[in-house]
């Protein structure tokens, strides 16, 4: 199949979408083309959109969050086939580094993401290198198999933390990263997952996902009650899946002592202030959590015993990109997911 052009989205000023043509290029034989069936919107893309993302600054193609049909590949891939239903994982690494050269790439010197550098999903088409690219199994859908990625997010971070059976652990932030944080605790074991928003909505969701208890903290003290709750002990593990300096000092207040908490979300603001005393006063652990390594093989079985379906909310054409983010950035439209269907 022959392809001369693509379109694709790009955010070129806050709240405002364009799309251009682009050249579909040669292929190197390390990588393959990706007719794009589903893109899923990203917290990420919503800092892009609103031109707060702190590593991304405008303009910038979107998505990165996938699933499409292979087209053709490079002369060096063996592994797939034309008609072949994948997803692949966005990141760029320099692949000379020392973290590289010893595995651990989600630690490159030199990492980056597609969309960054202009091979954002947000598109009909998309290149990929073959290693980076999953074949989906017949239980995801293209909707559903483009949330591998976030999945993948979520499973890294699960991991990081080492949640152990018996635990309690707090997750701020009922988007789907953290109820995504939640289905995974649980399945590894957490006695009880608890689960605090601001949506009544989105906490009725994350029951249905395996949270134990939810906190609507826009309405009830999260810290007060997470002491009620753990008879003044504090929680095991704390997610924090939000960005903000509020919900970073629950994710550290809530703790017990040794308590360790583990922070995903993006940061608009990034200098915040906290207590440093609580560190040494209760030994606190806090961590930080991003993107994946060696983790889609494991979100891919894993989102077999997840309902992903439940996810999606909302469904767009690619023309109609400006409309999803507008849906995706407002609460009063209860989205989950704003899936882009080219």
């Given at each position: 199949?022959?392809?001369?052009?693509?379109?694709?989205?790009?955010?070129?000023?806050?709240?405002?979408?364009?799309?251009?043509?682009?050249?579909?290029?040669?292929?190197?034989?390390?990588?393959?083309?990706?007719?794009?069936?589903?893109?899923?919107?990203?917290?990420?893309?919503?800092?892009?959109?609103?031109?707060?993302?702190?590593?991304?600054?405008?303009?910038?193609t979107i998505g990165h969050e996938m699933a499409g049909d292979v087209v053709r590949f490079g002369a060096g891939v063996t592994n797939l086939a034309e008609g072949d239903r994948v997803t692949f994982e966005p990141c760029i690494v320099c692949g000379t580094c020392d973290a590289c050269l010893h595995g651990t790439y989600g630690y490159c010197e030199n990492i980056s993401y597609t969309y960054r550098n202009g091979?954002?999903?947000?598109?009909?088409?998309?290149?990929?290198?073959?290693?980076?690219?999953?074949?989906?199994?017949?239980?995801?859908?293209?909707?559903?198999?483009?949330?591998?990625?976030?999945?993948?997010?979520?499973?890294?971070?699960?991991?990081?933390?080492?949640?152990?059976?018996?635990?309690?652990?707090?997750?701020?932030?009922?988007?789907?990263?953290?109820?995504?944080?939640g289905a995974i605790c649980r399945k590894c074991g957490a006695k009880d997952?608890?689960?605090?928003?601001?949506?009544?909505?989105?906490l009725a969701m994350a029951k249905e996902l395996g949270a134990t208890i939810t906190i609507n903290s826009g309405k009830i003290d999260l810290e007060e009650e997470i002491a009620k709750l753990t008879k003044g002990k504090g929680v095991d593990k704390s997610f924090e899946c939000v960005g903000r300096e509020s919900t970073f000092l629950q994710a550290m207040m809530t703790l017990r002592r040794n308590g360790l908490a583990t922070i995903i979300g993006i940061f608009e603001n990034p200098n915040i202030t906290i207590p440093a005393s609580r560190f040494v006063t209760h030994e606190i652990h806090v961590q930080g959590a991003q993107g994946y390594c060696w983790d889609f093989d494991d979100a891919i079985s894993?989102?077999?015993?997840?309902?992903?379906?439940?996810?999606?909310?909302?469904?767009?054409?690619?023309?109609?990109?400006?409309?999803?983010?507008?849906?995706?950035?407002?609460?009063?439209?209860g989205s989950i997911k704003v899936i882009i269907n080219p």
């Open positions: 199949m022959s392809v001369e052009k693509g379109l694709r989205g790009r955010v070129y000023e806050p709240e405002k979408v364009e799309f251009f043509e682009f050249d579909i290029p040669v292929l190197k034989e390390d990588e393959v083309l990706i007719k794009v069936k589903s893109s899923a919107i990203c917290g990420s893309d919503l800092h892009i959109f609103k031109g707060k993302h702190p590593s991304a600054p405008l303009p910038v091979e954002g999903t947000m598109a009909n088409y998309v290149v990929a290198k073959a290693k980076y690219v999953y074949q989906l199994p017949d239980y995801l859908t293209y909707d559903t198999g483009c949330l591998v990625e976030p999945l993948s997010v979520a499973t890294h971070a699960v991991k990081r933390a080492n949640i152990r059976i018996g635990e309690t652990v707090l997750i701020i932030g009922a988007g789907a990263i953290g109820m995504m944080v997952v608890i689960i605090a928003d601001f949506s009544d909505e989105r894993i989102a077999k015993e997840i309902d992903m379906e439940k996810f999606v909310t909302h469904k767009y054409p690619l023309d109609q990109l400006q409309q999803g983010l507008e849906t995706a950035l407002n609460p009063r439209t």
